[in-house]
């Protein structure tokens, strides 16, 4: 099974463009995983167990980042199609450094929902004209390996800011908590200096001689081909969005150590490094759909072990079956995301890439609603029917896809090409 064939790219310069972002996208979200690790702590002010209203309030506060990305990010996209990819992603990097540090200085579920706003606003920018500048330089037939590194890079940050956080959480007294947000404000400064500094002088060609048009980001978004590459991973942040905020919190409530847990992550984190590109150089090799129906067992895998501890609790059977379906859950990121750079090859990038934070931040948002309300109303019950709905909505999806991939492929023609019979 092969992807349909796309059409040659000239290759591009990579070099300074591409560290600027890898590096920025670490700070990044190295200081946004610290913060989301301590951040149901932070808002009940208790770092030990959450009682059932404290879970409602921290669900809306939280989802209020993703509604501001997802509300902005197509905006975000069209600013830098039309004004380049850099000033928005320092733009972005600079405003959730200043969002940060407001943070720190008070707990009012009111204020934080405000800031947790702005700092969707810039997260959704920031990721936009990363992803932008990933499709532009890198070579299509290496555009798999460029991905997966990004991959690796942007996970990598996620899990060791975590990690960090965990540790944070298990020794620090919670009225201490407001340092884990000054010490992400100064590494979202210390990404926007390093941004700065490298992509100094870069002309991005081609970038800045569009126009932001309304009616191009629609037709955009709506896409098919764009949407079933796009919405599987509304679906896989339906989950994750869910252990983004609650894990931290959920696992210091059941007695498992905080800094041990750290360890833990911090370890798996760092093989990323390893993993995401080669199943990038996999997915340049293979084809996109071939990764992307691993990352689709391995994903559900995840889902069936993560219902089987939320009924049971822990156990051997449920870890082993968590332990072998996380590694092939990670080859469909790399797939996806190149897919998606194949895609808007022929469409304005910037925006194409931003259609894909728009569903991440979506499905943040309704996975945290939907599992918040579900565990307040039905208990474990109801975490069982919402892992096994993301489940089938991720498995009918990519069978959507592998009819795509069948499908013979049309290439685009300026001119109404004659009808043919099929073959």
Do not use: K
Not at 31 to 48: E, K
Not at 54 to 76: K, M
Not at 110 to 119: C, E, I, P, S, V
Not at 148 to 163: E, H, P, S
Request: hydrophobic share 55%; charged share 10%.
């Amino acid at each position: 099974m092969t992807d349909p064939p796309t059409v040659p790219e000239p290759p591009t310069e990579a070099g300074r463009a591409l560290r600027a972002v890898f590096g920025a996208t670490f700070f990044v979200r190295f200081s946004f995983g610290i913060t989301l690790a301590v951040f149901a702590s932070y808002v009940a002010s208790r770092s030990i167990g959450l009682d059932t209203g404290a879970v409602g309030t921290i669900g809306i506060v939280s989802a209020l980042s993703p509604v501001g990305e997802f509300s902005t990010v197509l905006l975000s996209g069209a600013a830098a199609d039309r004004y380049g990819r850099f000033p928005v992603l320092l733009a972005g990097t600079a405003t959730a450094a200043v969002v940060m540090a407001l943070v720190a200085t008070s707990r009012s579920p009111y204020f934080l929902g405000a800031a947790n706003l702005a700092f969707g606003v810039a997260s959704g920018a920031i990721l936009a004209s990363s992803l932008a500048v990933v499709a532009d330089r890198a070579e299509v037939d290496r555009r798999g390996l460029a991905m997966g590194r990004f991959d690796a890079v942007n996970l990598l940050g996620w899990i060791l800011g975590f990690a960090v956080g965990f540790a944070a959480l298990g020794t620090l007294p919670n009225r201490e908590l407001p340092l884990v947000f000054v010490g992400a404000s100064v590494l979202l400064g210390l990404g926007f200096v390093f941004a700065w500094r490298t992509t100094r002088g870069d002309p991005e060609p081609g970038v800045g001689h569009g126009t932001m048009n309304v009616a191009l980001l629609v037709r955009t978004a709506v896409r098919r081909d764009v949407l079933v590459v796009t919405l599987p991973w509304l679906v896989i942040y339906l989950l994750l969005g869910t252990l983004f905020v609650f894990l931290g919190t959920a696992a210091t409530g059941a007695g498992i150590p905080a800094t041990e847990l750290a360890v833990v992550i911090g370890v798996g984190g760092c093989l990323l490094l390893v993993t995401q590109p080669v199943f990038g150089g996999f997915a340049d090799r293979y084809g996109r759909f071939r990764l992307m129906a691993i990352g689709t067992v391995g994903f559900v895998g995840v889902l069936t072990a993560a219902g089987w501890l939320a009924t049971y609790g822990v156990s051997i059977p449920a870890i082993a079956l968590l332990g072998a379906s996380a590694l092939p859950a990670l080859a469909y990121g790399p797939a996806a995301l190149a897919a998606l750079a194949d895609l808007s090859r022929a469409l304005s990038r910037a925006t194409t890439m931003a259609i894909y934070t728009l569903t991440i931040s979506l499905g943040m948002l309704i996975g945290l609603l939907a599992s918040t309300t579900l565990f307040s109303h039905f208990g474990a019950a109801g975490l069982d029917v919402f892992f096994g709905a993301i489940a089938l909505g991720l498995v009918a999806l990519t069978l959507v896809r592998y009819y795509d991939v069948r499908r013979p492929a049309v290439a685009p023609s300026p001119v109404p090409a004659p009808s043919t019979p099929p073959p």
